[in-house]
């Protein structure tokens, strides 16, 4: 059963930088029918997607986000990561990550969808 | 603000029909599928409906989703208990480079 499993510093201090690792397991995420993406969730609030990265690198982000945010992955290690940087208070939330995949071929990214999610960790900013 | 509009709550009683709406424009929900996710409290989301219509095995036929232009919906029938929780619907927008995009989400409440 493929599992993704986050992990870093539950508490980062403001203007530093927020580093969050996703650990896969059974699945390869090599895979070209995947993206491998960062999701979060405020207290009480709604989710919001930070961003995706692909097999080969390459990355989409939001826009809000885009000009602090960076998306990477290790082969070797089977993992992704993310990197959040001039953290403020705002950015504290539970931080999912999650594997987007698509049933079509030459899909575009509107045919990908969420299909499994890690659990979750929540990441304080604060002094 | 959502770029997908969806109702804060909704609400009714065990075995009656609600339903959920999400509404976005043609760079998003217009264009690309629209896809359903439960989060019951404490967990992470679940995948209930997706390509705007279809229902991932395991998800009860209780559950049903449709789109017309750029406005979609999720029909629960049949409420449970434990159907209580919060409904988000998500989609791709093509605008700025493109990105994902959920909507605000709706906590459901079986009264």
């Known amino acids: 059963q493929l599992q993704l499993q986050e992990s870093g510093p539950g508490l980062v201090k403001p203007s530093e930088t927020l580093s969050l690792t996703c650990t896969v397991s059974s699945a390869s995420i090599t895979s070209i029918i995947h993206y491998w993406d960062w999701v979060r969730q405020p207290p009480g609030k709604g989710l919001e997607w930070i961003g995706s990265?692909?097999?080969?690198?390459?990355?989409y982000h939001s826009p809000s986000l885009k000009s602090r945010v960076a998306i990477s992955l290790d082969t070797s290690k089977n993992q992704f990561f993310v990197t959040l940087k001039s953290v403020t208070a705002a950015d504290t939330a539970v931080y999912f990550c999650?594997?987007?995949?698509?049933?079509?071929?030459?899909?575009?990214?509107?045919?990908?969808?969420?299909?499994?999610w890690g659990q979750g960790v929540l990441v304080t900013v604060s002094s | 603000q959502s770029v997908l509009t969806q109702p804060p709550s909704a609400s009714g009683a065990p075995g009656q029909r609600v339903t959920i709406s999400c509404l976005g424009s043609s760079s998003n929900s217009g264009s690309n599928y629209v896809y359903w996710y439960q989060q019951l409290p404490g967990t992470a989301p679940k995948l209930l409906i997706y390509m705007d219509d279809q229902r991932p095995s395991g998800v009860p036929d209780r559950f049903s989703g449709s789109k017309s232009g750029s406005s979609a919906s999720l029909a629960i029938s049949g409420l449970r208990s434990e159907d209580e929780g919060d409904y988000y619907c998500?989609?791709?927008?093509?605008?700025?480079?493109?990105?994902?995009?959920f909507g605000g989400g709706t906590k459901l409440t079986v009264l």
């Open positions: 990265v692909y097999y080969n690198g390459s990355t």
């Open positions: 998500a989609t791709w927008d093509d605008s700025l480079s493109g990105h994902c995009v």
């Open positions: 999650a594997r987007r995949r698509t049933d079509i071929v030459g899909a575009i990214q509107g045919d990908y969808y969420f299909d499994y």
